[in-house]
């Protein structure tokens, strides 16, 4: 068990262009959870898979931001045309029980 | 709306000087209160889930407590190693899977 990865650790991009981060959820962790972190704040809840499903999204959550998991395993966070204000930690956490979640090291994102 | 309030924002304290953490929260049904460690640079680190009023927690030298409006982390003779901030998040009855995290206590344990 290597824990929750995420990839890439960190990405530069400029205003307007789409990114697209993944995350690969412990093995047999059928639920999962993207957070967006801005420096000196707690995880921002984003969206929440349970296998395959994406069963809630924040209304917060622009919808320049989708997320999929296909088959269940891991899952991808796409944001279209970036905003400076998209620059963040985005989190990814995995659960068997949606009480103990298992975050990954979260990928650090910065619009230019 | 459903808050969590952490206090105080940032706490510096003399190894093996003992104190608290507090969140505070207002949410409709709880139906867990969740402390997490954070490093610089890293993802949280689960430590406790506290269920209902007046349950305790323990792991080494960190204890949680709970009532029904707050929680508490109380740290005993803390060592540097300790430093980092701790997170605490609820998760309501009608909230379904959503957790809302509070900003955090800023930790630092001096030699």
């Known amino acids: 068990d290597t824990g929750v990865s995420q990839d890439p650790r960190h990405k530069i991009t400029k205003r307007g262009q789409n990114v697209t981060f993944r995350c690969d959820p412990i093995s047999e962790h059928n639920r999962l959870y993207w957070y967006r972190q801005t420096l000196g704040q707690g995880p921002e809840f984003l969206t929440y898979f349970q296998n395959e499903a994406q069963l809630e999204k924040s209304r917060l959550l622009s919808d320049r931001f989708s997320a999929e998991r296909p088959k269940g395993s891991f899952s991808t966070l796409e944001i279209q045309r970036t905003e400076q204000g998209d620059s963040a930690m985005y989190l990814c956490?995995?659960?068997?029980?949606?009480?103990?979640?298992?975050f990954g090291p979260g990928t650090r994102l910065t619009v230019l | 709306e459903d808050q969590v309030t952490q206090s105080p924002e940032a706490l510096r304290l003399q190894e093996g000087e003992s104190s608290s953490l507090n969140c505070s929260y207002t949410?409709?049904?709880?139906?867990?209160l969740f402390w997490y460690r954070q490093d610089p640079g890293k993802g949280p680190e689960f430590l406790f889930t506290l269920y209902s009023a007046g349950e305790e927690k323990e792991k080494e030298r960190l204890k949680a407590t709970l009532t029904k409006k707050e929680s508490f982390l109380h740290i005993t003779a803390p060592k540097p190693e300790d430093s980092a901030t701790y997170l605490c998040?609820?998760?309501?009855?009608?909230?379904?899977?959503?957790?809302?995290f509070g900003t955090g206590t800023s930790l630092t344990v001096i030699p």
């Open positions: 949410v409709s049904g709880l139906r867990g």
């Open positions: 956490a995995s659960s068997t029980t949606g009480w103990e979640q298992f």
């Open positions: 998040a609820v998760q309501a009855r009608n909230t379904g899977n959503q957790f809302y």
